[in-house]
């Protein structure tokens, strides 16, 4: 392709390192004062302003073939080819002029849905995050490596609203046409991550595969589970247990043959990271790994997982093999179990429901949780939010296409969902207390264990879901949150005023079946 070939010329210009290992980036990010070692061994470093993602930055580019299928909104916004080719001739003038780091990884675990990633930066931890982030290539596939796509980013070029016709100094373009993605203006290297995971939302549909924004561990019985939920809902805490071995913890494909993991590593949130409740993702914060965002003490070189003077939205990056127990390759069977991940900052949802199948579509198509501060720009305490299939703001195409999906394979395999809520309880955020990570992996634990479908269950008022009583290790009054509430009176508005907005928000869906619309809450 023409833009292609410009890219490899402007190489040309400029000192280019390929796929240098590890310890020469970390080297090499060093030396360039990108950012310092912690006394563990991992690179800290800083992303200015921005610490989280800028979703009003987002484009597709336009283009006939494409035009028809994208789901095209605030989360899609359209960019013509024209726009596009602007920007990209500016940022090859400024590749030309810069040292650059390109690492080469797949997407997709399963070789028969991978893809091939030619991964281009300016800053040498970004490119040491992206490849621990991917799958690294054996060096005969590197020998004869073919990229799919090229993804471009380079922080230090920053586009002009005036000149380049965006929103800010900061973009993300996906040109599907040319198989390129630039990101400009932003030093968050999760822009890099998710821009990725939206090319595959776009391309495994269409293979029949199901991409999911979850992660997944496997049992010793064999048996799958999937954790769906945004970022800051645990799916990388509750996945990385000890007593099992973990896929992956963010990102997956479920094709007729199971699950894989699209990517070969974790990018963890590390606020109030304890090494009592997570042991696992403290011991995997050592040389290799990328941390963002946290404040670092001078004198002692050690990290201060409690502190959100910077942001809360701090980071770590590092390869899956760093978490005991890892499944490699990232491939698993069909999954036996899925939790919906949800923190219900209105404080009214139990800690676990058992839902029913079309309880599973509506959930699914509404994704309900609290946006968590520091995930995105200008985000600062929870807000109420529905991204449906809990990853809105990473689908190209329109959710009933995800949801459909899904909806085939649980009937396929008789796979069972809960809804989780890992949010508070005893009264609203602010006011109420947030749910023991201790709570909710024992409950957990029971699912999986077979332990839940022992005991009584009592269906919601509201929500028509089923509640368990009780469980091992958890106190009976959790499953109850009317009764964790000082004022009964008050729980029920609170729960009534939830309940319509679910309802106000699946109302934008159409040709949903009724039995799917059925399993809306009831408001008295």
């Not at 987002?58 to 960019?79: A, C, D, H, L, T």
Request: proline residues 7%; hydrophobic residues 35%; negative net charge.
């Amino acid at each position: 392709m023409i833009l292609e070939n410009q890219l490899y010329a402007s190489f040309q210009k400029t000192n280019v390192k390929f796929n240098s290992p590890v310890p020469k980036l970390v080297e090499t990010a060093l030396r360039r004062n990108e950012g310092t070692l912690t006394n563990t061994g991992a690179l800290s470093v800083l992303t200015g302003k921005y610490t989280g993602r800028s979703p009003n930055d987002k484009y597709f580019v336009q283009s006939p073939e494409y035009n028809e299928e994208i789901n095209w909104g605030p989360i899609n916004q359209p960019m013509s080819q024209e726009q596009f080719k602007k920007i990209y001739e500016d940022v090859l003038t400024y590749l030309a002029k810069n040292e650059l780091f390109v690492s080469d990884g797949f997407a997709g675990a399963d070789p028969q849905y991978r893809l091939s990633l030619r991964i281009v930066n300016d800053l040498a931890w970004q490119n040491l995050f992206i490849k621990q982030l991917l799958i690294r290539p054996s060096t005969a596939e590197l020998s004869v490596f073919k990229p799919d796509y090229h993804i471009i980013c380079v922080p230090g070029f920053k586009v002009d609203p005036l000149v380049h016709k965006t929103n800010s100094e900061t973009v993300i373009a996906i040109n599907l046409a040319e198989r390129i993605i630039i990101i400009c203006g932003s030093s968050y290297a999760g822009e890099i991550k998710k821009s990725i995971f939206s090319l595959a939302n776009y391309i495994l549909p269409k293979k029949n595969v199901l991409s999911m924004h979850c992660s997944a561990n496997i049992g010793d019985r064999g048996d799958t589970a999937l954790f769906f939920g945004l970022s800051g809902t645990g799916k990388t805490t509750l996945s990385a247990d000890p007593n099992r071995h973990l896929v992956g913890d963010d990102e997956h494909g479920w094709s007729d043959r199971g699950i894989f993991n699209i990517e070969g590593g974790c990018y963890a949130k590390c606020i109030g990271l304890d090494p009592l409740e997570e042991p696992q993702i403290w011991e995997a914060i050592r040389f290799g790994s990328v941390l963002e965002n946290v404040v670092i003490d001078e004198l002692t070189c050690t990290a201060d997982f409690q502190s959100d003077d910077l942001t809360e939205n701090t980071r770590s990056a590092y390869p899956v093999n760093y978490i005991p127990n890892p499944v490699i390759p990232g491939i698993a069977g069909h999954p036996k179990n899925i939790f919906f991940l949800t923190a219900d900052a209105f404080g009214v949802l139990p800690p676990i429901a058992r839902l029913n199948s079309e309880q599973a579509m509506y959930h699914f198509m509404s994704g309900y949780t609290s946006k968590l501060a520091g995930t995105e720009r200008d985000i600062h305490e929870p807000q109420a939010t529905f991204s449906e299939c809990f990853g809105a703001p990473f689908l190209p195409l329109s959710p009933v296409v995800y949801a459909h999906l899904l909806g085939d394979k649980l009937r396929k395999h008789g796979t069972q969902v809960y809804l989780v809520n890992t949010g508070w309880t005893g009264g609203p955020y602010g006011v109420g207390q947030r749910f023991k990570i201790s709570y909710t992996r024992a409950i957990i634990k029971a699912v999986l264990e077979g332990q839940l479908n022992q005991v009584p269950y009592r269906k919601d008022a509201i929500f028509g879901f089923d509640v368990p009583q009780s469980c091992p290790g958890v106190p009976d009054s959790i499953f109850n949150p009317k009764s964790t509430w000082p004022n009964p009176d008050e729980y029920e508005a609170q729960a009534c005023k939830l309940a319509a907005l679910f309802v106000q928000n699946f109302n934008k869906f159409q040709n949903v079946p009724d039995s799917i619309k059925n399993a809306a809450p009831q408001i008295k």
